[in-house]
């Protein structure tokens, strides 16, 4: 039962309650609210005469601080500018006077861009050229500035660091404060996977596809169930020391996020490319340069990354002929050494029997061809006199000047008149069309001394193995071609009168 009593002394309540068991609780006392004193608009005119200060104070700090953000802005794109200029027309010891010289790592990497400075406009991850860009926002932590700008051909947006020196902001090494707290992640039982909570947004359609990728990889090459492989998405220049296990590719802020597009679609390939590739290598540690091996791990993993058998000239063969069922078996016979004769026999049914020699070193050549366009420097490398030092110098720095550009690419097909063999040791190839070599003619000595200017490609035996070198003597004499003969003109008739 409830029952309650009132109390109005000083205009108060108090409530008691009861319940069945005849106990009784005190319900607290309520008072009025109290009141303030006076009208409610002298009250009003007191909190504006406290808060107008306040305000204009606040107003005045705000206004100072954008002045101040406007002349570190501008003061950063200044030296923004100083950078692109002091690149574009070569004045090293200018650009290096914009970067912190106290941070040792940065500045060495720096010194390591002006020594490769003539290569630099293909960037590697000791070198990447050095854009035009305009500041979008500067966010100043202490004595180092955030910067973020926009720079680039095809415009993309990164982060850069400049750190408050006595000789103005310098361009500094990248602060791990941006990109907050790193994460890990395991796709399945053994991929890792590292980046830092700032990159998430960017970085998480990529691990699908990355992670994807490595199961496929592993069900080619058979993978050891044992082995775990780690792809560290970093933060940090100079970049982290790379490992046999491990691939590395750059934040979206220091590779740039495209302001069309997405990252991940934008470095999708290349980073399938490079996880393509540390994968195979792992699994064939003892890997010769300019080897059958070699060539095959290095269009493997482009074939995996782009599926582009234009790009593959040796194992695009094997799938168009065979099918991409055949890869796994290409690739597990790389275990053991094997020669590039046996691989163009076993493959390609290429074999430089008498009745099949124009077309054996037509294959080759337009292999060699097709791999120098490319950019398959490995597979280039493979048809090469690798022990002709000199031979090797003139043919890699013909796969420099196509990779730049320098050389057009012409017609993917070789033509050949003639090969000629001697000893089964040498093989002179005469009248080459459709070479985008642009070749110098090799002359030929004739029997009075005389010279053929025919385009002229040679290959020599070495090893088993034929390889192409057109700076070794030719041993025998190419027929000069017949005189062609003197038209003789037809006496005219005489007219009889």
Same mark, same amino acid.
């Given at each position: 039962?409830?029952?309650?009593?009132?109390?109005?002394?000083?205009?108060?309540?108090?409530?008691?309650?009861?319940?069945?068991?005849?106990?009784?609780?005190?319900?607290?006392?309520?008072?009025?609210?109290?009141?303030?004193?006076?009208?409610?608009?002298?009250?009003?005119?007191?909190?504006?005469?406290?808060?107008?200060?306040?305000?204009?104070?606040?107003?005045?700090?705000?206004?100072?601080?954008?002045?101040?953000?406007?002349?570190?802005?501008?003061?950063?794109?200044?030296?923004?500018?100083?950078?692109?200029?002091?690149?574009?027309?070569?004045?090293?010891?200018?650009?290096?006077? %914009?970067?912190?010289?106290?941070?040792?790592?940065?500045?060495?990497?720096?010194?390591?861009?002006?020594?490769?400075?003539?290569?630099?406009?293909?960037?590697?991850?000791?070198?990447?050229?050095?854009?035009?860009?305009?500041?979008?926002?500067?966010?100043?932590?202490?004595?180092?500035?955030?910067?973020? &700008?926009?720079?680039?051909?095809?415009?993309?947006?990164?982060?850069?660091?400049?750190?408050?020196?006595?000789?103005?902001?310098?361009?500094?090494?990248?602060?791990?404060?941006?990109?907050?707290?790193?994460?890990?992640?395991?796709?399945?039982?053994?991929?890792?996977?590292?980046?830092?909570?700032?990159?998430?947004?960017?970085?998480?359609?990529?691990?699908?596809?990355?992670?994807?990728?490595?199961?496929?990889?592993?069900?080619?090459?058979?993978?050891?169930?044992?082995?775990?492989?780690?792809?560290?998405?970093?933060?940090?220049?100079?970049?982290?020391?790379?490992? %046999?296990?491990?691939?590395?590719?750059?934040?979206?802020?220091?590779?740039?996020?495209?302001?069309?597009?997405?990252?991940?679609?934008?470095?999708?390939?290349?980073?399938?490319?490079?996880?393509?590739?540390?994968?195979?290598?792992?699994?064939?540690?003892?890997?010769?340069?300019?080897?059958?091996?070699?060539?095959?791990?290095?269009?493997?993993?482009?074939?995996?990354?782009?599926?582009?058998?234009?790009? &593959?000239?040796?194992?695009?063969?094997?799938?168009?002929?065979?099918?991409?069922?055949? &890869?796994?078996?290409?690739?597990?016979?790389?275990?053991?050494?094997?020669?590039?004769?046996?691989?163009?026999?076993?493959?390609?049914?290429?074999?430089?029997?008498?009745?099949?020699?124009?077309?054996?070193?037509?294959?080759?050549?337009?292999?060699?061809?097709?791999?120098?366009?490319?950019?398959?420097?490995?597979?280039?490398?493979?048809?090469?006199?690798?022990?002709?030092?000199?031979?090797?110098?003139?043919?890699?720095?013909?796969?420099?000047?196509?990779?730049?550009?320098?050389?057009?690419?012409?017609?993917?097909?070789?033509?050949?008149?003639?090969?000629?063999?001697?000893?089964?040791?040498?093989?002179?190839?005469?009248?080459?069309?459709?070479?985008?070599?642009?070749?110098?003619?090799?002359?030929?000595?004739?029997?009075?001394?005389?010279?053929?200017?025919?385009?002229?490609?040679?290959?020599?035996?070495?090893?088993?193995?034929?390889?192409?070198?057109?700076?070794?003597?030719?041993?025998?004499?190419?027929?000069?071609?017949?005189?062609?003969?003197?038209?003789?003109?037809?006496?005219?008739?005489?007219?009889?009168?």
């Amino acid at each position: 039962m409830n029952s309650g009593t009132i109390k109005m002394a000083n205009v108060g309540f108090e409530w008691q309650v009861g319940g069945e068991s005849g106990e009784w609780e005190t319900i607290t006392p309520q008072s009025k609210r109290p009141r303030l004193p006076g009208p409610w608009w002298i009250w009003a005119i007191v909190a504006l005469v406290i808060l107008a200060p306040l305000t204009i104070f606040g107003f005045n700090l705000w206004q100072r601080y954008q002045k101040v953000q406007q002349q570190v802005t501008f003061q950063i794109q200044s030296v923004v500018d100083l950078e692109a200029q002091a690149w574009e027309i070569g004045d090293l010891e200018l650009f290096l006077e %914009q970067q912190d010289a106290q941070n040792t790592e940065w500045y060495g990497l720096q010194v390591r861009r002006t020594r490769n400075y003539d290569e630099c406009w293909v960037p590697t991850s000791d070198c990447w050229p050095v854009w035009p860009a305009e500041v979008e926002d500067v966010n100043v932590q202490g004595q180092v500035a955030w910067v973020q &700008v926009v720079e680039g051909n095809e415009p993309v947006r990164r982060m850069r660091f400049y750190r408050k020196t006595d000789l103005g902001w310098k361009q500094t090494a990248p602060r791990l404060d941006f990109w907050k707290r790193a994460v890990e992640f395991r796709y399945g039982y053994s991929l890792l996977i590292h980046y830092h909570e700032q990159d998430q947004p960017y970085v998480d359609p990529l691990i699908e596809q990355l992670g994807k990728s490595y199961y496929e990889l592993c069900g080619v090459l058979d993978c050891p169930d044992s082995q775990v492989f780690e792809i560290d998405i970093y933060a940090q220049l100079p970049p982290p020391e790379a490992s %046999q296990q491990t691939v590395l590719i750059p934040s979206p802020w220091l590779s740039g996020i495209p302001l069309e597009g997405t990252w991940s679609e934008a470095i999708a390939e290349e980073a399938l490319y490079t996880l393509a590739r540390q994968v195979t290598l792992r699994q064939f540690p003892a890997t010769e340069y300019y080897s059958l091996r070699a060539a095959l791990i290095e269009e493997y993993a482009v074939w995996h990354s782009t599926r582009d058998l234009a790009q &593959v000239p040796l194992l695009g063969r094997v799938i168009a002929r065979h099918g991409e069922e055949a &890869v796994p078996n290409v690739m597990r016979s790389l275990r053991n050494p094997v020669p590039l004769n046996l691989f163009l026999a076993r493959w390609l049914d290429l074999v430089p029997t008498p009745a099949n020699l124009v077309t054996f070193f037509e294959t080759l050549l337009t292999i060699e061809q097709e791999a120098l366009f490319a950019g398959r420097k490995e597979t280039f490398g493979l048809l090469q006199d690798t022990s002709n030092s000199t031979w090797m110098r003139h043919r890699e720095t013909l796969f420099e000047q196509a990779r730049r550009g320098e050389i057009e690419p012409a017609a993917r097909v070789v033509d050949l008149e003639t090969v000629f063999l001697s000893n089964g040791q040498q093989a002179v190839l005469v009248g080459i069309a459709g070479s985008g070599e642009n070749l110098s003619p090799v002359f030929a000595p004739q029997e009075e001394g005389g010279e053929m200017a025919a385009p002229v490609a040679v290959f020599v035996m070495q090893e088993g193995n034929w390889k192409r070198n057109d700076f070794v003597p030719i041993s025998y004499r190419i027929p000069a071609p017949a005189d062609s003969p003197i038209p003789q003109p037809t006496p005219t008739p005489t007219p009889v009168p």
